[in-house]
């Protein structure tokens, strides 16, 4: 978008001039390939941003109660967006009203403005892709048979239904490819004939039927094979979006905006500033370890002081939370001396280890502020090999094992079995929130943890009732507040700080993406 200057909020952003029309928004859903070119003021920026947040944060935390992409998953969503006023609704053939093209429009000028508020990191680029192509495979899905035909031909997906006679000639085939068809049930579906490099996972998984080059696709298996277009698409054009990002900085009146946007995902940032340092003792961290730590941050605190030893990853993922529940650079280096220094010699480990804390700390090197690691990053980054401690206890830990684990901390079978469940279903952040629950004596579903600092402050507001001081976590559904007036109340921590290290996305990998090569 070319944003001309304007001082006053109230003025326009004049970029140049259009005017939505049916042609323009002939579709419900969009592959958002053409940037809105409209004229808008800052206040419907901040809204549209907000209301589209606000679906995602939907999807989001859908995703923690039901299986993505199952016909629950569909079901409860349709139930929450039934009630939606922003996004548009599948039209009838008869033609789509004015006010549904405004909310097409929405959409699309929506979209465009979260990309820029999430394109400057990988984690807040996956966060993104993960919402917006659940978003899509709704949508899609939601949609009727021709207007989705439709659709994959306005978008150069030629996929086209095969004819009822050659339907008939592979009836016997196409049943025996699949374990939930009958020929009756075939009857009312339809079939697509796409080249099977393009539905190379439903190949895999031997879903389907293929013949001479071609996968005959159901039409509800089809959305897998958009989507995969649709997320090479949105990958490649983040990575655009980044590279373009720093040229909006001259503007003062947008930048605070999208910071504060892409903060507004996890509800609380524990980076940046040392707001509780200080806050804790090393001396206090065994007690809290078993009272307050989630499992991931236990079995660190457990295996450092059995070992005396992290690898690498372990010092990081613990060395960061440790920082953000309030131990200071000074403290942290007593610590990880003390627990060292009984295997090694401490010039040693001056030498070697205690750079990476100053570097955890920002006084060393690029001198960066480092956040603490997310669920998300925990669950979905460097799963822990031989001799690793790191990772998510319900993601990489052996069953048997957490369940003796969780056992010798008291907690009962059925809230063991409770908890087992959600892990076995691949819900680990479903199971975390479990079990804070059942150990801090809530009711099943009061928690839901994203975040390890989070369910550190979690615990604390709830033994000692006493509020955390750099604020407590909000609800994800009540969790998106005004950006312009977060960014008033909050400091910004240095922009673009995720780019070259090592959660971010180098500008060589940029540079490939662009090449075309994602
Ligand atoms: Fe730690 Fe998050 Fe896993 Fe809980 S869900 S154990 S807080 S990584």
Redesign the pocket.
């Known amino acids: 978008m070319n944003f001309a200057k304007r001082t006053k909020r109230q003025k326009k952003i004049k970029v140049e001039d259009g005017d939505p029309s049916e042609k323009k928004y002939a579709h419900t859903i969009q592959f958002y390939k053409e940037p809105p070119t409209d004229n808008i003021s800052l206040q419907e920026f901040e809204d549209l941003a907000i209301q589209r947040l606000k679906v995602l944060k939907v999807i989001e935390s859908m995703s923690f109660k039901e299986k993505k992409g199952s016909k629950q998953f569909q079901k409860a969503l349709e139930t929450e967006f039934n009630k939606d006023k922003f996004l548009p609704k599948s039209e009838s053939m008869g033609g789509v009203a004015t006010a549904e093209i405004q909310k097409r429009r929405s959409d699309h000028i929506s979209h465009f403005i979260l990309r820029l508020a999430y394109c400057k990191s990988e984690e807040l680029r996956r966060w993104f892709i993960t919402q917006e192509l659940e978003l899509f495979r709704f949508r899609f899905l939601d949609e009727r048979t021709s207007f989705r035909t439709q659709f994959l031909i306005d978008n150069d997906l030629h996929y086209e239904p095969i004819d009822v006679k050659e339907k008939e000639a592979l009836k016997k085939q196409l049943v025996d490819s699949s374990y939930n068809l009958t020929e009756m049930s075939i009857e009312g579906i339809e079939f697509y004939k796409v080249p099977f490099t393009e539905a190379l996972d439903l190949v895999r998984s031997r879903k389907i039927y293929v013949h001479k080059g071609y996968a005959y696709v159901p039409s509800n298996d089809l959305v897998s094979i958009v989507i995969s277009a649709y997320r090479a698409h949105l990958s490649h054009a983040l990575a655009l979006t980044a590279r373009a990002v720093p040229q909006l900085e001259e503007d003062n009146r947008l930048l605070p905006l999208l910071n504060n946007l892409s903060k507004q995902y996890l509800g609380q940032d524990y980076g940046g500033k040392q707001t509780n340092a200080g806050k804790v003792s090393i001396g206090e961290l065994d007690g809290l370890s078993r009272k307050s730590f ?4 236990r079995h660190l605190h457990s295996a450092l002081k059995h070992d005396h030893h992290l690898k690498y990853w372990g010092r990081m993922q613990y060395g960061l939370f440790l920082k953000a529940i309030g131990i200071t650079l000074e403290q942290a280096l007593i610590f990880w001396r003390s627990e060292f220094s009984k295997t090694m010699d401490v010039d040693k480990f001056d030498k070697q280890y205690a750079y990476n804390i100053r570097h955890n700390y920002g006084k060393e090197g690029k001198r960066v502020d480092y956040t603490p690691y997310s ?1 998300m990053k ?2 979905t980054s460097n799963a822990p090999g031989a001799g690793d401690h790191h990772g ?4 990489h830990s052996d069953a048997t094992i957490l369940k003796q684990q969780m056992s010798s901390y008291g907690v009962s079978q059925t809230s063991i079995d409770s908890i087992m469940t959600y892990m076995n279903g691949g819900h ?2 479903l199971a ?1 929130s479990r079990y804070f629950d059942v150990t801090h004596q809530l009711p099943e579903g009061t928690t839901s ?1 994203q ?2 600092n989070h ?1 550190f402050e979690e615990s604390r507001k709830v033994l000692t009732g006493v509020k955390p001081t750099n604020g407590a976590y909000r609800s994800p559904s009540s969790q998106i507040s005004n950006p312009v007036q977060a960014s008033k109340d909050s400091q910004p921590i240095g922009d673009g700080d995720d780019f070259n290290d090592e959660t971010g996305i180098s500008m060589d990998d940029l540079d490939k993406m662009e090449a075309g090569a994602v």
């Not at 998510?392 to 993601?395: A, L, T």
């Open positions: 989630p499992l991931c941050m669920c925990i669950i998510c206890p319900f993601r680990c952040q975390c943890i975040h390890p369910y």
